[in-house]
C-alpha cells in the first residue's frame, strides 16, 4: 500500500502505478557525486601491480617452519564456513519490512537548513523525512535540495549561501511525498522510485506515523547480498 502525504494530511491511497498520477509529487532530478579532495583522486588511481619476489631454499624453508598467525586462521575458519553456507536455509527478500531501514533519523518543517544538514551529515545520510509535531510524515528533506550546485564554485555566492542556511525545512522540503507501507512488495517500491526519481521513501501506518525508510541503497544491498532478493514473488 502506498499513500501521499502533505502538511494537509493524507491525499492518495492505493497502488504504486497511480503514484506518477498525483499532480504534486514532482519528480527530482538525481545528483552527481562531487569531487572532493585528494582521497576520490587516490580512489581512483589504480593499485601498483604486484610482483611476488623469489625465495631462496633459506627463505621457503623459513616459511614453511614458521607458525601461521592466528588472524589467518580465523580468516580462512570464515572463508570455510562461508563455502558451507548458513545452518538454516534463508528465506528470499519481497517486502519492504524485509530491507527497510527502521528507527529513521526525522528533521522538523521548523528546523534551520544548516542544523538539518548537520544532522544528515552526522548520519550519513542524503535524505531524511519530515514530521510535523504530531510525529506525521508531511515531506522529504533532500541534501542535494539543501545546497544547490550553482552555488558552490562562485565566491561570491556566500551571502546567498548563508541566507539559503537560515531558510527553515518547510522551505526546501519536497511535500507532498509518497510513502509505503512495510507490507508493500520491494518490485512495487522499486517502480515508484523510477517514477519519482526519488532516493527513498518514508516508511508509515496509514495515519502516517513514521516506522522507517527504504532507499534504493536498501534494496542495492538486498540485490548483493544474502539472502537472495525476490522481487516476483
Request: aromatic letters at 4%; hydrophobic letters at 45%; proline letters at 10%.
Amino acid at each position: 500500500m502506498f499513500f501521499v502525504f502533505g502538511p494537509s494530511g493524507q491525499m492518495y491511497r492505493g497502488g504504486s502505478q497511480l503514484l506518477s498520477q498525483v499532480t504534486p509529487v514532482r519528480g527530482v532530478q538525481r545528483p552527481q557525486a562531487l569531487r572532493t579532495g585528494a582521497a576520490d583522486i587516490e580512489a581512483d588511481r589504480p593499485a601498483p601491480e604486484f610482483k611476488p619476489q623469489p625465495q631462496t631454499p633459506a627463505h621457503a624453508d623459513a616459511a614453511q617452519s614458521a607458525p601461521m598467525p592466528l588472524r589467518v586462521l580465523e580468516a580462512v575458519s570464515a572463508y570455510v564456513q562461508t563455502e558451507l553456507g548458513p545452518a538454516q536455509p534463508r528465506q528470499p527478500l519481497s517486502h519492504v519490512r524485509d530491507v527497510m531501514t527502521r528507527g529513521a533519523i526525522s528533521v522538523t518543517p521548523g528546523m534551520h537548513i544548516d542544523e538539518a544538514w548537520r544532522i544528515l551529515a552526522q548520519h550519513q545520510v542524503g535524505q531524511a523525512p519530515v514530521v510535523n509535531e504530531h510525529g506525521l510524515v508531511i515531506g522529504l528533506l533532500l541534501r542535494a535540495d539543501i545546497a544547490p550546485p550553482e552555488l558552490l564554485p562562485q565566491a561570491e555566492a556566500a551571502r546567498d549561501a548563508a541566507a539559503l542556511a537560515q531558510r527553515q525545512v518547510a522551505q526546501a522540503m519536497i511535500s507532498p511525498v509518497p510513502a509505503v507501507t512495510e507490507e508493500a512488495e520491494l518490485r512495487r517500491v522499486a517502480e515508484a522510485l523510477i517514477a519519482t526519481g526519488l532516493p527513498g521513501l518514508p516508511v508509515t501506518d496509514e495515519a502516517g506515523r513514521l516506522q522507517g525508510f527504504i532507499s534504493r541503497t536498501d534494496i542495492l544491498r538486498a540485490v548483493a547480498g544474502e539472502p537472495p532478493l525476490d522481487l516476483w514473488s
